[in-house]
């Protein structure tokens, strides 16, 4: 499946497209986030990470990469706009893809789907239980798990009043989601209370 990389304009190293942040130019010059990818134009990416966002907001970053003004945002603003938005994201596109039947959750059977080939990356709540973020570890391998929002709102989406663990059976939407996922675990690890 095609994977286009991109160049971080901060420290630029090369990376698969879906796991950069995304500015294009925006009303009045500024550089707009465009995290859902879909805003037409140009694109300059940068990791998201705090180093690379803040080196990135420098004149000779994004804004020189798409002739925009500065930012009007600090770095750190735009990291948590960043991080609320993926999150945002992250429940609307794991609630469009449980509509569709594509949403396996429960220990149990994404264990399953894990085994049957269905699936290959866990979403696990950030208060769900260490025992189950080794488990699950161990399951899928400790790259292809990430954390997600608290159990509470996985459930508030998927239905149950909790729900610890979750995967996307469906390809193309677990390609969405994952990406998702790998920007806010990135950008989350920063915030202190990551799992590093
Ligand atoms: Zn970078």
């Keep these: 499946m095609a994977n286009p990389e991109r160049q971080c304009c901060a420290c630029r190293q090369v990376h698969p497209k879906g796991e950069l942040l995304r500015f294009v130019l925006g009303p009045n010059r500024l550089p707009v986030l465009d995290l859902r990818d879909k805003l037409p134009g140009r694109g300059a990416y940068l990791c998201p990470r705090r180093a690379c966002i803040r080196k990135g907001l420098q004149p000779k970053g994004v804004p020189r990469a798409l002739e925009a003004k500065p930012p009007e945002q600090s770095a750190e603003e735009l990291r948590i706009e960043a991080l609320d938005g993926l999150e945002r994201l992250l429940r609307e596109q794991l609630g469009h893809a449980h509509r569709f039947g594509a949403v396996v959750w429960g220990s149990d059977r994404v264990t399953d789907a894990l085994s049957a080939g269905q699936a290959?990356?866990?979403?696990i709540a950030v208060d769900a239980a260490q025992r189950t973020v080794t488990d699950m570890c161990s399951r899928a391998g400790g790259d292809r798990v990430f954390r997600a929002p608290a159990k509470s709102e996985l459930g508030g989406v998927l239905g149950p009043a909790e729900v610890g663990v979750a995967t996307v059976t469906h390809p193309r939407m677990a390609d969405k989601i994952?990406?998702?996922?790998?920007?806010?675990?990135?950008?989350?690890?920063?915030?202190?209370d990551g799992q590093g």
Excluded: I
């Design 178 to 192: 994952q990406a998702l996922a790998v920007r806010w675990n990135r950008l989350r690890e920063e915030n202190g």
């Design 120 to 123: 290959d990356w866990v979403l």
